[in-house]
């Protein structure tokens, strides 16, 4: 185990029985947030992805974990009683730890959508912290060695393995190290696995409701097999599955974005961009270093409405992490989302280039399809609009649905005006049939939306596929952007 400390981020961490029960504190609270109804967590040892149930008002076996796991915060006891865990601080971190925690969750838990456990180490980690949050001490250990042993480059998991280890040690034998203790809560590395584990737990108790997607997300063409949201406040990237049922929720897993957060404006600003973009590629790991992990996936940044904004900078990519690391913590890249090289193995097999699209927020909202379904129908107007203005001929008429600056993406930019005769003369006296269409909502200080579709004119069996960008001014749709992808 020493080798593997050494290898770690954990490295200056004095990992010595006395002072584990720091973290110890942080077990027992997270152990109580799982334990409570509705949030019974069922441990993955295969490595793939599988549903468990999430149950309103939860077992007899989920209610007295709870019970036991509260008697032992306010005693200081842990699994059989006969180990305590004594510092007073500890106690007050895992009470405040465990009410700022729960109180929120109990309201979403009755109407969650099934646990998506993504990654077999992350879901075999919240089950140790189950057991011994239900008193199974030893079962904890054993699953924590386990762990310890497959995923030796998980340093969070390193770090609850030693304590465990630290809670076998009886009382009697544990001397007082109040300076090593000081010094371990102020070690900017605990720091951040500290918040590393609580945002891996908040994510995986608070999941969002049944059959809701993500507000970006109106409709998606079923050339788009899967759609991926990024929620930078849980450290959480949720993977959804598109069928001509319509996207589901079948994964999730946790990921670390920019040092300095998130709203990206210029270039070396560390933080990650918001906004709807498109995976543009995915790079080969043997053309990259070892840092980038499994592989990189690159992302449009910055898109047509950043460039709007005036916002630079480039290379933000979705990839994998050194083979030395696990995992990273939540703040912890240059602007890019880092997930577990396990994890981005499974995306890779998944994406398309071109066609996924990356919706990176501060925080998700989720919807149910009546809300989408209402804000598609506005919108879908619009197209249908501007599609019979070009019909018509009317130039005049036509042009009131583009801004000013409009431009269409080519070699060298064409201005609205070039457009504007182009669209008469490939549209005009012709019906056209739209379809594959897919409606991307993005929403902060301006109202936007990122149209595709195919179109098809009758008596024809091609056409042109659009990428379009639509701003809403004075409650009216304008175009800014276009990009005729085929």
């Known amino acids: 185990m020493a080798d593997i400390v050494r290898r770690s981020r954990l490295q200056n961490f004095p990992l010595q029985p006395r002072s584990g029960k720091l973290l110890a504190a942080l077990m027992a609270a997270s152990a109580l947030m799982l334990a409570t109804p509705g949030a019974a967590l069922a441990a993955n040892n295969s490595g793939t992805s599988k549903t468990a149930s999430t149950k309103t008002g939860g077992s007899k076996a989920a209610k007295a974990g709870s019970r036991a796991s509260a008697k032992e915060t306010k005693s200081g006891k842990a699994g059989t009683g006969k180990t305590q865990l004594q510092a007073k601080s500890s106690k007050r971190t895992a009470v405040a730890d465990n009410q700022s925690a729960t ?27 189950e057991l011994f949050g239900r008193g199974k001490t030893r079962e904890a250990l054993a699953k924590a060695r386990d762990l310890v042993r497959d995923h030796p480059n998980f340093q969070l998991a390193q770090l609850v393995y030693g304590d465990l280890l630290a809670a076998q040690v009886p009382p009697s034998n544990a001397m007082p190290d109040s300076a090593g203790i000081a010094r371990l809560r102020g070690n900017p590395a605990m720091v951040e696995l500290h918040e590393e584990s609580r945002r891996r737990l908040q994510a995986l108790r608070e999941r969002p409701p049944a059959g809701t997607v993500p507000s970006q997300f109106l409709t998606l063409s079923t050339r788009s097999r899967f759609a991926i949201a990024v929620d930078a406040s849980r450290s959480r990237l949720y993977l959804l599955e598109n069928s001509d049922k319509g996207l589901k929720l079948v994964a999730d897993y946790y990921i670390s974005v920019g040092k300095a957060g998130t709203d ?14 498109y995976i543009t590629s995915s790079l080969d790991p043997r053309s990259l270093k070892d840092f980038y ?90 197209i249908t609009a501007w599609k019979d203005a070009r019909a018509s001929g009317n130039e005049a008429q ?18 609205a005006n070039s457009v504007l005769r182009d669209e008469l003369t490939y549209a005009q006296g012709k019906r056209v049939q739209i379809k594959d269409t897919s409606y991307l909502h993005w929403r902060d200080t301006e109202d936007t939306m990122i149209a595709t579709f195919g179109e098809v004119f009758e008596g024809e069996k091609n056409g042109r596929t659009r990428r379009q960008y639509w701003l809403r001014q004075a409650g009216e749709w304008k175009l800014f952007h276009e990009e005729i992808l085929g």
Request: aromatic share 8%; net charge positive.
């Open 103 to 129: 109180r929120p969750a109990r309201k979403t838990a009755r109407t969650a959508a099934p646990l998506q456990e993504a990654n077999g180490a992350e879901a075999r980690l919240i089950g140790v912290y």
């Open 264 to 277: 990206k404006s210029i270039e070396g600003d560390a933080r990650t961009p918001l906004g709807v973009y």
């Open 293 to 382: 992990g499994a592989g990189a996936l690159p992302i449009n940044y910055p898109n047509p409405y950043d460039l709007r904004r005036g916002k630079t900078g480039s290379g933000i990519w979705l990839h994998g992490t050194p083979p030395q690391q696990f995992a990273r913590a939540p703040l912890a890249s240059d602007g890019c989302v880092v997930m577990a090289n396990p994890d981005l193995k499974q995306l890779l097999r998944k994406v398309q280039i071109g066609a996924t699209p990356v919706v990176t927020a501060r925080s998700l909202q989720w919807i149910a399809a009546p809300q989408a379904e209402k804000e598609t129908k506005k919108f879908a107007d619009s």
């Open 398 to 415: 036509l042009k009131k649905f583009y801004l000013p600056d409009f431009q269409r993406a080519s070699r060298k930019p064409v201005d």
